[in-house]
């Protein structure tokens, strides 16, 4: 991924080189961002009680089979980074697109409590979430003397590893002990991504610009899921889930203008 964005830096640049209209070339900027990933609403909420899925109602002594991530995605803090290309149409408005990734780690210990006081000793563990995205968007930017105020919308596509959960039964005599987990294939998700950012810029040169970023992103990953216990354990019913992650993305951002001296 690395490589495949630097080739696509290479490319642009090379291709504004060989332009021969100074105006079209003027237009285009690179920026790149990069800091705090916080989760809002449903995917930064920690609440087990709530959220657990259990056997059907008609099961004597149920048990928990499932966690719905729609309630609940027990999402912490982590790290963001952009990248974005802009070509304005105007002083005001431009065309923009926009890739990045995100990386949250997930709260497992509430959740590792509660297994164990209510089922036995327990670990529960469960994959990061790491989510990329590529959306084109609209934006507008307004300049005030040396700083630069900027706001865009943006609306593409998404992209998660599957969000895999375990528990491992620690109070089990087996080596290994017996855990509880999802039991199939563990295919990547894919989502509509909605999002907005607003920045302030100080221009610190004709070619630099340099400034802070705040973004929100939005998708709403569907899956489905069976559990058991394994090895030996039969599946439990099917769960149709939907992690539904928002993002709240606040760093620093550094653009690179295109421009001929005349």
């Not at 327990?122 to 930017?141: R, T, V």
């Not at 307004?142 to 919308?153: A, E, R, S, T, Y």
């Not at 509880?180 to 509509?192: E, R, T, V, Y």
């Amino acid at each position: 991924m690395k490589n495949f964005i630097i080739l696509c830096v290479l490319m642009l640049t090379l291709s504004l080189d060989l332009l021969g209209q100074d105006d079209i070339y003027n237009r285009f900027s690179i920026s790149v961002s990069g800091g705090r990933a916080i989760p809002i609403g449903s995917f930064g909420n920690k609440d087990i009680i709530s959220s657990a899925i259990y056997t059907p109602e008609d099961v004597q002594n149920p048990l928990v089979i499932g966690i719905d991530k729609s309630k609940s995605g027990f999402a912490e803090s982590g790290y963001f980074f952009n990248i974005e290309m802009k070509y304005m149409l105007n002083q005001s408005f431009g065309l923009r697109l926009r890739t990045g990734y995100t990386f949250n780690s997930v709260w497992t210990e509430g959740i590792t409590q509660f297994l164990s006081t209510n089922y036995g000793d327990q670990k529960f563990e469960h994959e990061d979430y790491k989510i990329f995205h590529a959306a084109p968007g609209l934006g507008y930017e307004k300049k005030i003397g040396i700083f630069n105020l900027g706001v865009g919308v943006y609306s593409g596509i998404a992209f998660t590893n599957y969000p895999y959960y375990e528990s491992i039964l620690t109070y089990t005599t087996t080596n290994p002990p017996l855990k509880w987990a999802h039991d199939g294939d563990l295919p990547n998700l894919k989502a509509l991504l909605l999002g907005a950012s607003i920045n302030i810029e100080y221009q610190k040169s004709s070619k630099l610009n340099w400034g802070i970023e705040l973004s929100y992103q939005n998708s709403n990953f569907d899956y489905s899921m069976t559990t058991r216990v394994i090895p030996g354990g039969s599946p439990n019913p099917e769960i149709n889930d939907t992690l539904k992650t928002s993002i709240l993305n606040v760093g620093l951002k550094l653009q690179y203008n295109f421009t001929r001296k005349k």
